[in-house]
């Protein structure tokens, strides 16, 4: 049994954490490098570590690894070596264990909720562009190409020790498709993959999400679908496209609202997480199950989440 279905068995839902990256940032993490937050790997793995046990003590059921940027050939561009390259996607996953541990070794912190899993995150190829291509989707990759470039770095994270893979921030489906086909070839690991969406119906590349979760569904390694780092006025919608196709259960992680601007490397717009409890509700009175944040959101949006999730 997946570790989704175990949790959701016995609890009404399943809270993941918030941002990393832009968490880092805020805490004083210099993140203008095409390794993102990787990059922190290198430099400050306590940091990543403490931002874990945080995202724990704020309510999380689920940590997200900092291997979203941590590709092979992204690290080979430093001249690093694949060894070293593979001993740092590891370290991301034991980072997060580590805090996981810890923060269960507290007996006060096992009240009344599940113990958390990892989970190992693996970004879209468009992460590895490093040009905002994860909110586009238009590579010009067949799907035997993007399989190439998942394959290596799913095969380390697969192993790192994660309860589970979470494929994030896909943008079209052609990478989806690769990612499901990629998984059999590690057939001891489970996954979720997550879309990023352009509006309430479509995925980034013009996909309707609602044929993403349909053609998903039946992927016995996939765990759970949904959509991540897309604005939460989208999240209704697009959740009750996929609840009317599958009985799959549903994740949303959405950011803030803001936009990322690649071309000058910022965020622009308006937030919309003032009151992300009340918005979480009705992400979970559409459907969805498992829930939590993305850029931009911090432990706090996480507290929301999790005061009205444990009085259920």
Known sequence: MNPITTILQ?????ILDG????????????????????????ENPDLIRRIHFDYYVAGADCAISASYQATFQGFAQRGMGAEAVASLMRRSVRLAI????AFWAEESHRIGRPRPIVAASIGPYGAYLH????????????EAEL??????????????????????????????????????????I????????????????GETFAECAS?????????????????????PDLVSAARAVTDMPIL????????????????IGTSECADYGAKARQWYAAGAHIIGGCCRTGPDHIREIARWVRAM
């Not at 580590?98 to 541990?101: C, G, K, M, T």
């Not at 040009?131 to 067949?142: A, C, H, V």
Request: charged share 25%.
């Open 131 to 142: 040009d905002g291509s994860e909110y586009r989707g238009n590579y010009g990759r067949s």
């Open 215 to 235: 053609l998903l569904d039946s992927h016995p390694q996939i765990a759970a679908v949904g959509i991540n780092c897309t604005p939460p006025q989208f999240v």
């Open 98 to 101: 580590e805090a996981r541990d």
């Open 190 to 205: 489970t996954a979720w993959v997550s879309f990023s969406a352009k509006d309430g119906a479509h995925i980034s590349n």
């Open 19 to 42: 941002a990393m990256a832009t968490e880092l940032e805020r805490r004083g993490c210099d993140l203008d490098d095409a390794l993102w937050s990787a990059r922190i790997l290198l």
């Open 252 to 267: 949303v992680y959405p950011n803030s609202g803001e936009v990322y601007c690649a071309e000058n490397k910022r965020w």
């Open 147 to 188: 399989m190439d470039f998942h394959r290596s770095r799913m095969a380390v994270l697969a192993d790192a020790g994660a309860d589970i893979l979470a494929v994030e921030t896909i943008p079209c489906l052609a990478e989806a498709v690769a990612i499901a086909r990629l998984l059999r070839e590690f057939p001891h």
């Open 10 to 14: 016995h609890y009404p839902a399943m």
